[in-house]
């Protein structure tokens, strides 16, 4: 099978006309760059922030007209939203392209709310960031237990792995394959432990490098939450990649987040990090529901014996310090490393375990500040 160029798709994206029915997408300049990974291809539309509901059509004829493409196997497209962007009114002076169901408990969650463009996911009652402010504190391994530990106080939870650059749900909860599509376009998450999921890695092979831009990091990622058939869930846990980048940014402008969980150490070169997390959370409005203070003790697996080989409290003292709730310490030990590496998280393999209550409080104190509360709509950001 010939393989599909970028050159190819810009020219078929060409006979796509753009608002103003003069001229195309591409002569506006409203195409990103162009992504291509095993037969399928990626890329968003900038179009003006207050006109993205009524511009869907267009969306989705740049998204037909691609997978009807010779040698394309799926394509992902989104919208975006980006004021220094090219106008969609008229074309640019110098007109170049880029180149480059779980659970079935009683729903107890808010339903999403709508302003300005930026709308909630149908049935979705509440969405959260699970994040951090560096790599290598444990958040993914978070997140999946927190989800889990959610999901066993009665409610229906999702997860998605907004993680573009190194997807690690496919790895943590043990899932392969390829998602299903429904009429070629709505993606049918994948499932395990009674979670649906979806992540990039179900999407692209493991070895491949991501080498994306801040528009097609927007456009994955809105797609795989608003084109994806997640049914009625109380709550959607997003486990972001770490630090303060675009998937952060795309998330906290264009959804209602709930409200952030942050991981960190008890170390004090982690906590610095972790403040650039909360620091961004708060500049954007977004509530941070607590901190966990992960791998917060060592447990010796012959002795039992506890030892605070990072240090100890930390996190507790920041939250205290800054005025947000601790959610809770989680022990560093070595079952959970391995049942992670396996893909059989503690809070469902080993359910009546002393780390699997740890998570489950945890938990149960997320939920106490969401379940009353309806979603905040997410406020305008402007990428400069």
Do not use: C
């Not at 760059?33 to 968003?44: H, N």
């Not at 149960?364 to 402007?382: F, S, T």
């Amino acid at each position: 099978m010939t393989e599909v160029t970028k050159e190819q798709v810009l020219a078929t994206l060409a006979t796509v006309l753009g608002p103003d029915l003069d001229h195309n997408i591409v002569e506006l300049g409203m195409v990103s760059d162009v992504f291509i990974s095993d037969g399928k291809v990626y890329f968003s539309i900038t179009v003006p922030a207050d006109r993205a509901k009524e511009l869907e059509p267009l969306r989705l004829a740049a998204e037909r007209v691609i997978k009807e493409m010779p040698g394309v196997k799926g394509a992902l497209v989104a919208l975006t939203a980006d004021k220094k962007g090219a106008s969609a009114a008229a074309p640019a002076s110098r007109p170049q392209p880029q180149a480059g169901h779980g659970h079935q408990g009683h729903s107890h969650a808010p339903q999403p709310q709508q302003r300005a463009g930026k709308i909630g996911v149908p049935g979705i009652g509440a969405i959260i960031a699970v994040a951090s402010g560096k790599g290598g504190v444990g958040k993914s391994t978070t997140a999946v237990n927190l989800a889990l530990g959610l999901q066993a106080n009665g409610l229906r939870v999702g997860i998605l792995d907004a993680d573009i650059y190194g997807p690690s749900m496919p790895r943590l909860l043990k899932i392969s394959g390829r998602p299903t599509q429904i009429d070629g376009r709505i993606i049918n998450p994948m499932e395990n432990y009674g979670l649906k999921v979806m992540s990039m890695g179900f999407l692209v092979d493991e070895e491949t490098a991501m080498i994306w831009r801040g528009p097609m990091v927007q456009s994955a990622l809105m797609q795989m939450l608003r084109e994806v058939a997640w049914g009625e869930l109380d709550v959607l846990v997003v486990d972001m990649p770490p630090g303060t980048g675009d998937a952060q940014l795309t998330m906290a402008q264009q959804v209602p987040l709930a409200g952030a969980v942050i991981v960190s150490t008890p170390q004090d070169l982690a906590l610095i990090d972790a403040r650039k997390g909360l620091n961004m959370f708060k500049k954007v409005e977004v509530p941070v529901l607590g901190i966990v203070e992960n791998m917060s003790y060592f447990i010796a697996p012959d002795t039992g014996a506890r030892y605070d080989i990072f240090g100890h409290g930390g996190a507790r003292l920041e939250a205290e310090r800054i005025g947000v709730p601790f959610l809770g310490e989680v022990p560093l030990t070595i079952n959970i490393r391995e049942t992670s590496d396996a893909g059989t998280p503690l809070v469902a393999s080993e359910p009546n375990g002393i780390i699997a209550g740890i998570y489950r409080d945890i938990a149960a104190k997320v939920w106490a500040q969401l379940e009353d509360k309806p979603q905040r709509a997410a406020p305008a950001i402007v990428f400069e």
